[in-house]
């Protein structure tokens, strides 16, 4: 997984080792516990450019050893998503050879790559104790991180995400910093909304 998508609160070692011994059990190429809510009843129909699916078209969920998994779709646009996971250690070093044989060198490209050698995907139901994107999005410190994380299981890491985000480690400057980010994001709106009705009356005059 990567390190900004380490545990934000306890894991359910229990579920999480059941998932793991049934992938060893069936060989199983990548169970992925992901991030983000997964769309286990829903499906999509758009059509996108590139052809492939950001969801899927038709749900299909397997119950394996009395456990939940969805079956990725192979036109699921990552379908490489470096999630928190268990890999087949030998389907993982010819994923990434492929990668770096075709000059992929960063996560993203690897997550987007299609590749015909490629296995069967699964993801588990079991919702991975963090938030979408990590600790980390778009180079900056995730405010929803912050949010979710728990005082009691991990209060260094959030001691150092307040640090990182305004410069001093204090919750109480940090609940201000958001309201003071709220103030702003509020002002702007309303702003841009006056701006509109300007522009309206201007027409009607």
Known sequence: ML?????????????????????????????????YEWPWDRTESIEYPDGLVRTWRRI???VI???????????FFRYFQVQPACWRINYLI???????????????SFEAMRWDGACQHYV???????VHHGFMAVGKINPAAISYISVRC???LRGQ??????????????RL?????????????????????????????
Request: aromatic share 8%; with cysteine; net charge negative.
């Open 3 to 35: 390190d900004d998508h380490c545990p934000l609160r306890a894991c359910d070692t229990e579920t999480i080792s059941a998932y793991l011994e049934t992938s060893r059990r069936h060989d199983l190429s990548v169970v992925s516990f992901p991030t």
């Open 60 to 62: 299909e969920v397997e």
């Open 65 to 75: 050893d009395g456990r939940q998994f969805a079956i990725v779709p192979y036109e």
């Open 94 to 108: 010819e994923a990434c050879k492929t990668a770096l044989d075709r000059g992929i060198h960063d996560v993203w």
């Open 124 to 130: 588990a139901a079991y919702e991975w104790p963090s």
């Open 154 to 156: 991990a209060p260094e």
């Open 161 to 174: 995400l307040i640090r990182d985000a305004i410069g001093a480690n204090s919750a109480a400057l940090y």
């Open 177 to 205: 910093y958001g309201t003071i980010r709220l103030a702003k994001w509020l002002c702007q709106r309303l702003g841009n909304r006056l701006k509109a009705m300007l522009q309206i009356i201007k027409l009607l005059i």
